[in-house]
């Protein structure tokens, strides 16, 4: 053997030795919270002496693997109060953390070490999450502490006005969304058509908002996802609360069913403000109630076993002759399994079901319509070492969708029974995700998700000429609906279209010092879900259609980069991010097109793109009596339909708009939201906040003819006017009664006052011809000026 190659031997059999060789133990557990044994999700666990460190995962579980030693442990968690432990790794062991609230603690804890800072190194960006006291802090409409309307205060994330439902993230739509409480998908998070959303903060324990770089783990949506996680109960004591407010009322109970091995949780919700409609005379109401509700069983160490549930309507009706009754309702089995110290299992069984309901005697028919799906998921967390922990896992949905049934609602009302053709359609995924921290300044985050859509058979499907369902006409230069030719009679087992999808995922951070990092990512999405709605902002009669023969999944491409800071100890941080977003086969609508009750939906629609821009800048202050955050964006959200090739000619058809680029109706250009909060004494809290935004598009009349005596206006290119500019001042103050101190059952009032300086902002205007002067004039419609309340909060 060579001198050269019997040294590199040796060198490589040293390295091995001294990398590989050595000994190393995990350290695995379970983290929760003192007063409840409730699991507490991304608590972290560092070890400064080795600038490393790992988070809980969302069932509250960590594992590291770290060479043999003696190590000083700091358990950290945003409310809660530090725990600084020695821990001597000389094998393999399970520790399991129970943490303090801070209000709980008798003398400040003051850690001196140099704590790894992991939100700064991980490369996971574009997330934000809120705790849910800064909720229940942030004033809102009518003082019912509200998750959308608070996350409408992140950079990045608006909607289409006062009372429009849902909410838009990076220039995408509201269908764009994916939302999932415990797992299961929400598709509609309103009540009372967007006044509020379907969460009750009592129940939950964590959010979090993906907007870029969203893991692998997560699919079907191509903006962004809000992942929501239900409380578990408290396995410890009963305790109970909930609130008395203006327009609704909340209560929420838990407690052991087997001290600290089983809980449960129930929590409802409902408005009356309707009851007293009477009393003015008025016959008409709305409504909304819910329910949330959460078992868990301890088996073992390794074994735990969750049943949780939601259940929601909104009813409104003008007198008897109109009812409209809409809403979700969930339910979730998980069975999570811990294989070893270094593996953690979760299974879960859902099934959820959107339903939307119309009762209307005056035409004398019933209208019903929904989707409902079928989910099953596995998914692993493996923690290799304490630099590479792999996530991978199955995923299966099943979907029905059923765009609506008419029924007579008497037996004289000659409306004669008819069902629109039901869809079915299955989605099936698996993934792979990786963190991986290759050196002390550098971290990755990369995986893969492979995803196949199957449209299944269904009784009817039409078939055009050309597979078109769409014309053109070269002379009047519009599309019109096409004719079919036939009509198709597939069976279930058929298949009508199938769609595959690689969708990688790839982040990267970059540690600049210990307070200050870069990151960038890519991600890839597929979207095969399709919400119909032509409006600004969707109703709940809009209906969702799958992807198959003339729809095509929406594909998008997106690529972050940002600058991140923490300043005086992580006292303020400021989080930059500028983002580009390209969407593939985004849906356009034909002029004129009709989506209700429309058998044939493929005949007024168009596959076009979409793409935004734009930056985001969250300066926060995060400790002290007085936080808050100031959140800016700077943003452009286009889509276009450019013409296709007219068949048998070199002509090109006009396309949506001529072709040309156009604002979506969530195009803002510029977003500006503060919230403050102050705690004066143990007494007195104060909050506020304050939104601008960039007017929302919309279309003006650019001129009028006249048609045998009729005034006819007539209207240029697609959303080239906005609306006057959006502002808004709310505040409240929290009074805490001293007495408080010595009673089990604990009270606090929280006075508000929503838009205090009473602008009328513009939800919508509309032209009409003035009866007296008989010229046109323009006329604002506005939802809210001055709004205050008063709720009561109370907790035992």
């Known amino acids: 053997m060579t001198k050269p190659l019997w040294l590199f031997l040796f060198l490589c059999s040293c390295f091995y030795t001294h990398v590989f060789a050595q000994e190393k133990y995990t350290l695995s557990g379970v983290i929760t919270e003192e007063s409840s044994n409730e699991t507490l999700i991304g608590v972290t666990i560092a070890f400064p002496s080795l600038g490393s460190g790992v988070t809980t995962n969302e069932y509250g579980f960590y594992s590291i693997t770290l060479p043999k030693g003696d190590y000083q442990a700091v358990v950290s968690y945003l409310g809660f109060r530090d725990i600084i432990q020695t821990i001597s790794l000389d094998r393999d062991k399970k520790i399991d953390f129970q943490l303090a609230e801070e209000a709980e603690q008798l003398q400040e804890v003051v850690v001196t070490e140099n704590v790894e800072k992991l939100d700064i190194r991980k490369p996971q960006m574009s997330v934000n999450t809120l705790s849910v006291g800064t909720i229940k802090k942030i004033p809102v409409i009518l003082g019912e502490a509200d998750v959308i309307k608070s996350i409408l205060l992140l950079p990045g994330v608006t909607n289409a006005g006062e009372g429009a439902s849902g909410f838009n993230v990076r220039g995408g739509s509201v269908d764009q969304n994916l939302i999932l409480l415990d797992e299961a998908i929400i598709f509609n998070s309103s009540h009372l058509f967007g006044f509020f959303s379907v969460f009750n903060p009592d129940a ?3 959010i979090k908002l993906y907007k870029g770089g969203i893991p692998a783990r997560y699919g079907g949506r191509v903006s962004s996802v809000l992942d929501i996680f239900q409380k578990e109960g408290n396995s410890k004591e009963f305790k109970m609360n909930g609130g008395i407010g203006a327009v609704a009322s909340r209560l929420l109970l838990e407690g052991p069913i087997a001290k600290d091995k089983a809980a449960f949780l129930i929590g409802g919700r409902a408005s009356y403000a309707h009851l007293f409609l009477p009393l003015f005379d008025i016959d008409n109401t709305a409504y909304f109630y819910d329910l949330n509700t959460k078992i868990n069983y301890k088996i073992n160490d390794n074994n735990n076993i969750f049943l949780s549930g939601y259940f929601g309507r909104d009813v409104f009706g003008i007198s008897d002759s109109f009812v409209n009754t809409y809403g979700n309702a969930v339910g979730n089995f998980r069975w999570n399994h811990l294989f070893s110290d270094k593996l953690f299992s979760n299974l879960s069984l859902i099934y959820s079901d959107y339903y939307y309901g119309l009762k209307l005697d005056f035409v004398g028919f019933n209208w019903n319509s929904g989707i409902r799906n079928f989910n099953v998921k596995y998914d692993l967390k493996h923690y290799l070492n304490d630099k590479l922990q792999v996530n991978y896992g199955l995923n299966n949905i099943y979907y ?17 029974e008819e069902q629109l053709i039901q869809k079915y359609a299955n989605e099936l995924a698996a993934y792979v995700d990786v963190e991986h921290r290759l050196t002390d300044n550098l971290s990755l985050g990369y995986g893969l998700r492979f995803s196949y859509f199957n449209r299944l058979g269904q009784d009817e499907i039409n078939v055009y000429a050309n597979d078109n369902p769409v014309n053109f006409d070269p002379l009047l230069f519009i599309y019109q609906e096409a004719d079919p030719i036939s009509v198709a009679t597939p069976g279930r087992n058929e298949s009508l279209a199938q769609f595959t999808n690689w969708e990688p995922r790839l982040s990267l951070s970059y540690t600049l010092s210990e307070d200050s990092s870069i990151k960038t990512s890519y991600t890839r999405l597929a979207q095969y879900l399709h919400l119909l709605s032509n409006t600004a902002s969707p109703t709940p009669l809009d209906v969702w259609t799958p992807s198959g023969p003339f729809v095509k999944p929406q594909l998008l491409d997106q690529y972050a980069l940002g600058y991140f800071k923490s300043f005086s100890n992580d006292d303020y941080s400021l989080e930059t991010e500028v983002f580009y977003k390209d969407v593939q086969n985004r849906i356009d609508y034909i002029d004129g097109a009709n989506l209700i009750a429309n058998n044939s939906i493929e005949q007024v629609i168009l596959n076009g793109e979409a793409r935004a821009y734009g930056l985001e800048l969250l300066f926060r202050k995060n400790e002290g009596k007085f936080q808050g955050w100031l959140a800016y964006t700077l943003s452009k959200s286009e889509q276009r339909t450019p013409g296709r090739t007219i068949n048998g000619t070199n002509t090109l058809e006009t396309g949506i708009n001529n072709g040309n680029w156009y604002n979506t109706p969530f195009d803002k250009t510029h977003d500006v939201s503060l919230f403050a909060s102050y705690d004066l004494n143990e007494k007195w809290s104060f909050n506020t906040n304050f939104v601008y935004q960039t007017g929302q598009p919309t279309n003006y009349p650019v001129g009028q003819f006249e048609f045998q005596g009729l005034t006819v206006p007539y209207y240029g290119l697609r959303n080239e006017e906005r609306l006057p500019a959006y502002n808004r001042l709310d505040v409240s103050a929290s ?21 205090v300086y009473n602008r009328r902002n513009a939800a919508a205007i509309n032209f009409r011809r003035n009866d007296d002067t008989g010229a046109n004039e323009a006329v604002r419609t506005s939802i809210f000026g001055i709004v205050p309340a008063v709720t009561y909060n109370f907790k035992l």
Do not use: A, C, H
């Not at 029905?400 to 409306?415: A, L, R, T, V």
């Not at 009074?735 to 838009?755: A, C, D, H, Q």
């Open 735 to 755: 009074l805490t009664p001293r007495k408080n101190k010595n009673r089990k059952m604990k009270g606090e009032w929280v006075f508000s006052i929503y838009n």
């Open 400 to 416: 029905q969708f059923n765009p609506g049934k008419i029924e007579p609602s008497n037996e004289n009302s000659g409306i004669l």
């Open 204 to 206: 939950i324990k964590d």
